[in-house]
C-alpha cells in the first residue's frame, strides 16, 4: 500500500479534529448539567508554567490547517495568536479547522509532495520536505496541543476518555 501525502495529513488531522470538537461538546453538556460556565475552562491549564486551554486549542488548528498551508506554500506561518476567547469561539474556531481541512483536494496536497519547506524557530533554521515537516514537525505539535486540551478537561472533571480523544477510527 502506498501512502500518500494527502493519506498522512488531511484524514489525520480529521480524525482528531473532529474528536476534539466533540470532546468540546462533552465538556459544554457537562458544564450544562453541572450548572457551571464552560468558559471557565478557557484558561485553564495542566501546570502554572504551561500554556491555558485556549492556547491548546489554537494550536490544534495552527499545526493542522496551517501546517498544510505551510506545505502548500512553503513557509510555516501561521495566523497571530488570538488569545482568550469564549469556549463557544474556540468551539466554533475547530469547527471552521474540520471545514476548511474537509475541503482540500486530494490531488493537489499530493501535488505538494517533496516540496521544500523551511522554517525558522527563534535562532534556528529548520529544512524540511513537506513529508518531514508534517512527519517531525506539524503531526507531533498537533497531538500535543490536542492531548493537553483533553487532559485539561478531563482533569477539571468532564467525563471523557480515551476513546473520545482517539474520535472516529479509520478502518478498512
Same mark, same amino acid.
Given at each position: ?36 460556565d464552560p ?61 476548511t481541512l ?17 522554517? +525558522? ?13 508534517? #512527519?517531525?514537525?506539524? #503531526? ?29 477510527? +479509520?478502518? +478498512?
Amino acid at each position: 500500500m502506498t501512502v500518500t501525502l494527502y493519506d498522512l495529513s488531511v484524514p489525520t488531522f480529521l480524525q482528531t479534529t473532529r474528536a476534539v470538537g466533540d470532546v468540546l461538546d462533552k465538556a459544554r453538556a457537562h458544564c450544562a448539567g453541572k450548572r457551571a460556565d464552560p468558559d471557565d475552562f478557557v484558561n485553564a491549564s495542566l501546570h502554572d508554567d504551561m500554556a491555558p486551554f485556549h492556547f491548546q486549542i489554537e494550536c490544534v488548528t495552527h499545526h493542522s490547517v496551517s501546517a498544510l498551508e505551510a506545505v502548500r506554500t512553503g513557509v510555516f506561518d501561521p495566523p497571530a495568536l488570538v488569545g482568550e476567547m469564549p469556549f463557544a469561539e474556540l468551539r466554533g474556531m475547530i469547527a471552521q479547522a474540520e471545514k476548511t481541512l474537509a475541503a482540500y483536494d486530494r490531488e493537489e496536497v499530493n501535488g505538494w509532495s517533496g516540496k521544500d519547506l523551511d522554517l +525558522r524557530i527563534g535562532p534556528r533554521d529548520l529544512a524540511f520536505t513537506s513529508e518531514t515537516f508534517l #512527519l517531525s514537525f506539524a #503531526l507531533p505539535n498537533f497531538y500535543f496541543h490536542a492531548v493537553t486540551a483533553y487532559d485539561i478537561l478531563r482533569v477539571r472533571g468532564v467525563p471523557i476518555g480515551k476513546r473520545d480523544y482517539e474520535g472516529r477510527l +479509520r478502518t +478498512r
